[in-house]
């Protein structure tokens, strides 16, 4: 396997109407569009003619047209219509000699996603736990983040950094001792913790149940899915899921669904922590553009590990597995860790 062997988030539905809309995943730029029927097709972004950006001609009859000669496309990358040779468009005049790549598309939980790898994919795309199920609820964040796509998943599931970046919003210091479990096994890595203490933070006050610890999982799937959950019992239930599309080398794209059940008072729980997700989200934006600003500098990561890293050393380690084109491990391994927050 390679990165490319998965499905990655394109764009949000909603945002594909009329018009074809551009999305860059790993580098590769994509251009995506909807048929007569509201089909999504998925193409690379250059005509075969003299490779003018396919998203910045038009959608007409459910075709994409080419805006420097008007070379016109199905969903499935082959040319139906060349105006200089004549009026007739279809099958008369679909060229096997002059396609262009497209790439298998799903619409799924309000996203795009598109499958760049050279085979038919034997997969399907992440399914957003809960998402639009009856008693719970959800809203969604879509963020840019200036650095690459393996800082933006270790700090969606890193605890240490919360007590300062997120100081007094989401944890403070504490110095009680905890333990941490990580499992591996095939692409998914996870830490659960055990007596978790619970530190007076603005999150704390407002969303944690009285006289109930939580259930706190995190987990990473492969290639760049973040899930972190905070469980109170089968009545309270918070679940963070992240899907992160690498752009390029220093730029993630993050397409953020937050789903919780808070019986009959989840409305007004969502009005109070839906702009709070927003600011302590926006607060791991900027010390990640810091981040991406030294990456730069510094020509890579320069990364001292320990081994209270708990998820981020799993999430680069089964990565570069996956880059050598090694299978995932099967076998579960687990270890303990001794840790504070």
Known sequence: MSLLEFWYI?????????????????????????????????????????????????????????????????GQGSCVHIPSLGECSGEAVKLPRHPV????VQEQDGYVWVYLGADVPTTV????????????????MQTR???????????????????YVHKGWFRSHDARQLKAYVRTRGGVAEAEFENEPVSKSVITRFFYPRGRKPRHTDRFLMPSISRVDYEFGADHHFIISSACTPVGDWETQVYTVVTFCYGQIAPLIRLVFEPMARRILRQDVDILTLHGQQMRRWGGPRYAHVETDLLGIEIQRMRRRCERGEAPQQQEVERAVIMRF
């Open 145 to 163: 983040f200036q650095t690459d796509v393996e800082a933006c998943l270790e700090n969606f599931l890193d605890c240490p950094h919360t007590a």
């Open 101 to 104: 790549r497209s790439y298998p």
């Open 10 to 74: 394109a764009a949000e539905s909603r945002a594909l109407q009329q018009r074809p809309l551009a999305s860059v995943i790993l580098g590769e730029t994509v251009v995506l569009f909807r048929d007569g029927e509201g089909r999504i097709g998925a193409l690379e972004d250059r005509c075969a003619h003299r490779n003018a950006p396919l998203s910045a001609g038009r959608v007409a009859n459910g075709f994409i047209e080419c805006p420097y000669h008007g070379w016109t496309y199905d």
């Open 125 to 140: 795309p992440f399914k957003f736990p809960h998402a639009g199920e009856p008693r719970w609820s959800t809203f969604r």
